[in-house]
């Protein structure tokens, strides 16, 4: 069986967490039997201006400009704005090409934004069009509306509706819609009834982690990692500042760790003593493993969080909010700590520095949480028999 897979961001190397969850499912498929070529767009602004392929992971790559402003009087006025930005007559020309030349059997899109491609696709190909939600679009705007007042409300509801309907029109035209978690599969299932779906949730490797140690010597280290240039992101980090911060001095010995891609100047302004602002890490996994406890703070949002996963896999115990582990079937005091409040959270980060045995069952049941429901080689196998099967129909 022969697979393309289309992503919105490149894969080689992986380095966030879509683009780990594109990578570690294509290369699933690949461990299944599949023969996967790789197409993803590039905004970056990095490279140049042209299709470049990677022999080695038959990944080609092309880049795109998707900035808003050079997108907002385009032609492509019938998509939402939040969809056009992705959407490049000369990266849709190349991949008719890579299509043409390769001629899958199956064409997985990773994400709702690259549905604009689809309806050129069904004129040169008879491949199956798989897909994949990372999250459902709608409730991340619905999510946004709750904070927006003013002038500003009546465009953000503008978008939110364009998202909602587009959003459907992109399920009803894939032949199989894989979302990545039970709520979002029934979320489809209720606004589309027609349209097949099956839960394919993002694979992490737990059992080549090498057992972490517990770091005491320096005091509780608690670690927070993400992209800051998205919103929902951005918002956790300031209520875990304000808010939840200044309630720690019930506790001698902490540091807050903060890393990630795109730190803005107001969060590197908040460096002190006890809060470490270090941007970009080379290794996710190792700034990761150097926590005693990941902290969550998130109020918006969609999809499962990969570093949630990342983090229960290396067996880093998690406190978060109940939409931070959203997708996931977690627990509270069994394999997370859930915290809806700064008081709770405090409550929390208290109770994991103090509690006997706390610390060490959560990262225990994390870890065979991940390997129990996402191996990534059962989920790879189930997914190439799925393919295998609506080859067949065809």
């Not at 385009?74 to 090409?97: I, M, T, W």
């Not at 040169?124 to 003013?150: D, K, M, Y």
């Not at 890393?259 to 270090?278: D, E, M, Q, T, Y």
Request: aromatic share 8%; hydrophobic share 40%; net charge negative.
């Amino acid at each position: 069986m022969k697979a393309l897979i289309l992503s919105k961001k490149q894969v080689h190397p992986p380095t966030d967490g879509e683009s780990m969850a594109v990578y570690t499912l294509g290369k699933s498929l690949e461990c299944a039997g599949a023969d996967v070529v790789w197409f993803s767009l590039d905004s970056s602004g990095k490279s140049l201006k042209e299709l470049r392929y990677d022999e080695e992971n038959q990944a080609y790559t092309m880049p795109i400009n998707t900035a808003v402003a050079s997108h907002f009087f385009s032609y492509q006025r019938k998509y939402p704005l939040q969809v056009r930005r992705f959407y490049n007559a000369d990266a849709a020309s190349s991949l008719h090409e890579v299509v043409s030349h390769y001629e899958p059997d199956v064409i997985q899109i990773e994400s709702v934004f690259l549905a604009t491609y689809i309806e050129g696709l069904r004129k040169i190909s008879h491949a199956s069009i798989i897909l994949r939600l990372h999250n459902i679009e709608e409730e991340i705007w619905q999510n946004r509306l709750a904070g927006v007042r003013g002038l500003h409300y009546a465009l953000y509801q503008k978008m939110a509706n364009d998202i909602r309907r587009f959003e459907r029109l992109a399920w009803s035209s894939a032949d199989l819609v894989l979302p990545i978690s039970h709520a979002d599969n029934e979320l489809v299932r209720m606004n589309c009834p027609e349209v097949s779906t099956e839960v394919i949730p993002i694979g992490m490797v737990a059992d080549h982690i090498a057992q972490p140690n517990r770091i005491t010597g320096g005091g509780l280290r608690l670690g927070l990692i993400a992209s800051w240039d998205w919103s929902p992101n951005a918002e956790a980090a300031e209520w875990l500042l304000d808010e939840i911060v200044p309630q720690l001095n019930v506790l001698d010995n902490w540091t807050l760790h903060l890393a990630g891609r795109n730190i803005p100047s107001w969060l590197v302004n908040r460096r002190s003593k006890r809060i470490h602002i270090l941007g970009e890490v080379k290794s996710a996994l190792h700034f990761v493993r150097s926590m005693d406890v990941m902290v969550m703070p998130f109020k918006s949002g969609g999809g499962v969080r990969v570093k949630v996963l990342e983090a229960l896999a290396a067996g880093i115990p998690c406190i978060g909010t109940s939409k931070a582990f959203q997708g996931l079937a977690v627990a509270d005091n069994h394999e997370v700590l859930i915290a809806e409040d700064a008081e709770q959270f405090v409550e929390a980060i208290c109770r994991i520095s103090s509690e006997e045995g706390l610390w060490d069952s959560l990262r225990q049941r994390g870890m065979h949480y991940v390997k129990q429901h996402h191996n990534p080689s059962t989920i790879g196998e189930a997914l190439y028999e799925k393919y295998s099967n609506s080859i067949d129909k065809k």
